[in-house]
């Protein structure tokens, strides 16, 4: 069983900056994506950035240049810095694993606004 634990959201002025932090347990194969999606009221789920166990790094076209995703492999977690927010990336944020099956936690939410 794969569990995902994800920290860091909260509310913060448009400009500012968060850094979320996603810990997964359990079977888990070295060779995996692990990465971030959300989800704001009445809109779809999308893609905000992942990383494969190689580095290999996708973002979404909305957080390229403001959002960093990173990852240590050793302690299967992964991060999510980021900078310039700004009130549309008002979310929840889900952590996701695919190993090879997919995984999410249970989000966190990210309200930006003054």
């Known amino acids: 069983q794969v569990q995902l634990v994800e920290s860091g959201g909260g509310l913060v002025q448009p400009g500012g900056s968060l850094r979320l932090s996603c810990a997964a347990s359990?079977?888990?194969?070295?060779?995996?994506?692990m990465g971030w999606y959300r989800q704001a009221p009445g809109k779809q789920r999308e893609l905000v950035a992942t990383i494969a166990s190689n580095s290999l790094t996708n973002y979404g076209d909305s957080v390229k240049g403001r959002f960093t995703i990173s990852r240590d492999n050793a302690k299967n977690g992964v991060f999510l810095q980021m900078n310039n927010l700004k009130p549309e990336d008002t979310a929840v944020y889900y952590c996701?694993?695919?190993?090879?099956?997919?995984?999410w936690g249970q989000g966190t939410q990210v309200t930006v606004s003054s």
């Open positions: 359990g079977s888990i194969f070295s060779i995996n994506v």
């Open positions: 996701y694993l695919r190993t090879p099956s997919s995984y």
